[in-house]
Each structure stands twice: as structure tokens, then as C-alpha cells.
């Protein structure tokens, strides 16, 4: 009897690391398996990326900002026009509306360089932080 029971419990460790051995998980293979390929390769860089953008001078950024701000009070007018003759829906009165926000910036912007962030004064001292993390909390 005793036979029989080493034997059952021999042919049992045996079928148990048989079917461990079968399972996909490496931790229970004994051998670690490579990772899966990958599913689609690295992306390649772009041709553009590798220049960057042509730097401008004072000049040139001049005329361009001039061309965009006559292509964008162009832009208005024409849809003023049709604001005036009621024939303007309703994606073409939203893109009125923006349009003439950003027309505006470029409005404050030729009006007050400074304010827009195109020159800034240097600072004589360093800025005071206001903040509320700054200030220490009182109970």
C-alpha cells in the first residue's frame, strides 16, 4: 500500500510539472521566452524636421505680418458684407467673430508693442512672487 501511494504521488509531481512546463507563463516554463515583436515599426523622422524654420529679420517679419493683416481685414469686410445682406449663416458668423478678435489683437499689438510681448522692458529687480503658495498659511 504504501507502494502505491509513493507511486500515485510520483505520477501526480509528475503530470503537475508536465502541465506547468506546457503553460505559456515564463515564470513557470523554466526558460524566459524573447518579447514579443513589435506590433508596427519605429516611426521615421520627417524630412522637414531635420532644418529648422528660416529665422526672419526685422524686415522681412514686417511684410509678413503686413500680408497677414491685410488678408485678415479682407476677410472681415467680406463677411461684414454679408452680415449687412443677411446672407450669412451660421459657421461663417462664428468665423466673423473670431476673426475680428484676432483683428483686434493685431490692432493692440501695432498699437502697443509691449503689451503684446514683443519688447519687453528689462527688469531692474527680480519680480515679486504673489503668489498664494508663496505667502505662508496662518490659522
Known amino acids: 500500500m504504501q507502494m502505491n501511494l509513493l507511486a500515485a504521488k510520483g505520477l501526480a509531481l509528475a503530470s503537475m510539472a508536465a502541465l506547468l512546463a506546457a503553460l505559456p507563463n515564463p ?8 518579447p514579443p515583436p513589435p506590433l508596427r515599426p519605429p516611426p521615421r523622422p520627417r524630412e522637414n524636421s531635420e532644418k529648422p524654420p528660416p529665422k526672419l529679420t526685422l524686415e522681412e517679419r514686417a511684410k509678413m505680418r503686413a500680408q497677414i493683416k491685410e488678408r ?6 467680406d463677411l461684414q458684407k454679408k452680415k449687412a445682406s443677411s446672407t450669412l449663416n451660421d459657421e461663417e458668423r462664428q468665423r ?3 476673426l475680428e478678435v484676432l483683428a483686434g489683437r493685431f490692432r493692440n ?3 502697443n508693442p509691449a503689451v503684446a510681448g514683443a519688447l519687453r522692458p528689462a527688469p531692474n529687480k527680480p519680480p515679486q512672487n504673489n ?7 496662518t490659522k
Open 109 to 111: 499689438q501695432a498699437s
Open 72 to 77: 485678415l481685414n479682407k476677410q472681415v469686410s
Open 131 to 137: 503668489s498664494a503658495a508663496a505667502k505662508p498659511k
Open 96 to 98: 466673423l467673430e473670431r
Open 27 to 34: 515564470a513557470f516554463a523554466g526558460e524566459k521566452r524573447p
